[in-house]
């Protein structure tokens, strides 16, 4: 069945917009030495899809992931999940703003070892109390307004506006025109300098947290007293060394609160030394970049 010009006009736009941001991530990426997996074919997964499971064993479709030590044929560990949504009216943004935090609040947590990023792109029509309920929920959100993007196609001489009372002739006209048009890099640059301050917000906080280092690791034996260490090796030793230093005393547990330097924590608690050391390892030094 064919798509109604109304409905191509809005893909156009979408599609234009996740286009722009994504450029935008390629770059960041590229400059942070991640890599950065969007919808299309890829050796070390199946289909066109970016699909990721959590530990109940949901798939769930994404838009962007960025992996730190990822290649086109291997899955890296994710840092960030990235999702992007456009919506001409209000109608629909809460509804969107719930389907995003379904596909990833489950992924965060079955990655809570990565604490990855949270990021959605947003454009058109969104509510602020959708806006506010991913905010709430601990998501970076990088939004371009309706009015914004009239804007910016405005000053190179294209008529983004639609209305629901928008005839469908006006729409293949608008269709052609766009067709046509070949400064749409123009349109893209117009439009991330307009909304800069928001632009640079997002991506700096995005860089904060694929940037960060632990800072201290305090590890407490259910029995004993809390010991904070400034590294993972030394986190390490002193589980491996602790039963040895305290006699015949049990470890019942081990609690592990991992500290970063931009204020994220992650917290893990543990029936054995064995698993703590593995949880521990998770976060070993960056493995060497290959040549």
Same mark, same amino acid.
């Given at each position: 069945?064919?798509? !109604?010009?109304?409905?191509?006009? @809005?893909?156009?736009?979408?599609?234009?917009?996740?286009? +722009?941001?994504?450029?935008?991530?390629?770059?960041?990426?590229?400059?942070?030495?991640?890599?950065?997996?969007?919808?299309?074919?890829?050796?070390?997964?199946?289909?066109?899809? %970016?699909?990721?499971?959590?530990?109940?064993?949901?798939?769930?479709?994404?838009?962007? %992931?960025?992996?730190?030590?990822?290649?086109?044929?291997?899955?890296?560990?994710? +840092?960030?999940?990235?999702?992007?949504?456009?919506?001409?009216?209000?109608?629909?943004?809460?509804? $969107?703003?719930?389907?995003?935090? @379904?596909?990833? /609040?489950?992924? %965060?947590?079955?990655?809570?070892?990565?604490?990855?990023?949270?990021? +959605? #792109?947003? &454009?058109?029509?969104?509510?602020?109390?959708?806006?506010?309920?991913?905010? !709430?929920?601990?998501?970076? +959100?990088?939004?371009?307004?309706?009015?914004?993007?009239?804007? &910016?196609?405005?000053?190179?001489? #294209?008529? &983004?506006?639609?209305?629901?009372?928008?005839?469908?002739?006006?729409?293949?006209?608008?269709?052609?025109?766009?067709?046509?048009?070949? $400064?749409?890099?123009?349109?893209?640059?117009?439009?991330?300098?307009?909304?800069?301050?928001?632009?640079?917000?997002?991506?700096?906080? /995005?860089? =904060?947290?694929?940037?960060?280092?632990?800072?201290?690791?305090?590890?407490?034996?259910?029995?004993? &007293?809390?010991?904070?260490?400034?590294?993972?090796?030394?986190?390490?030793?002193?589980?491996?060394?602790?039963?040895?230093?305290?006699?015949? /005393?049990?470890?019942?547990?081990?609690?592990?609160?991992?500290?970063?330097?931009?204020?994220? =924590?992650?917290?893990?608690?543990?029936? !054995?030394?064995? !698993?703590?050391?593995?949880?521990?390892?998770?976060?070993?030094?960056?493995?060497?970049?290959?040549?």
């Amino acid at each position: 069945m064919a798509k !109604s010009p109304a409905h191509k006009w @809005g893909q156009i736009i979408g599609d234009f917009l996740e286009e +722009v941001f994504a450029i935008e991530l390629a770059k960041f990426a590229r400059n942070h030495r991640l890599y950065l997996d969007t919808q299309g074919e890829r050796p070390a997964r199946t289909g066109k899809k %970016v699909s990721w499971i959590d530990s109940f064993e949901n798939t769930h479709d994404l838009d962007f %992931v960025l992996e730190r030590y990822g290649t086109k044929n291997k899955i890296g560990e994710p +840092v960030a999940f990235i999702e992007s949504a456009w919506r001409r009216y209000t109608k629909h943004s809460r509804n $969107k703003a719930q389907e995003i935090q @379904g596909a990833i /609040l489950p992924l %965060v947590a079955t990655h809570k070892n990565f604490a990855p990023f949270m990021g +959605v #792109m947003l &454009a058109g029509e969104f509510t602020g109390g959708a806006l506010n309920q991913l905010k !709430s929920l601990g998501f970076h +959100v990088l939004y371009f307004p309706y009015d914004l993007i009239l804007q &910016a196609f405005k000053k190179y001489g #294209m008529d &983004a506006s639609t209305e629901e009372n928008t005839s469908e002739k006006d729409f293949l006209t608008k269709i052609k025109n766009w067709e046509d048009f070949d $400064k749409k890099n123009l349109i893209a640059r117009y439009l991330l300098k307009l909304n800069k301050t928001e632009v640079d917000t997002f991506f700096d906080n /995005l860089e =904060k947290a694929v940037s960060r280092f632990i800072e201290s690791i305090n590890v407490l034996p259910l029995h004993g &007293a809390s010991s904070t260490l400034s590294s993972v090796k030394q986190a390490i030793d002193f589980i491996e060394s602790y039963q040895t230093k305290n006699g015949d /005393l049990p470890v019942l547990k081990y609690e592990i609160i991992v500290r970063y330097n931009n204020k994220d =924590k992650v917290e893990g608690i543990f029936n !054995s030394k064995d !698993s703590a050391i593995q949880f521990l390892e998770s976060y070993a030094a960056p493995k060497p970049k290959k040549k």
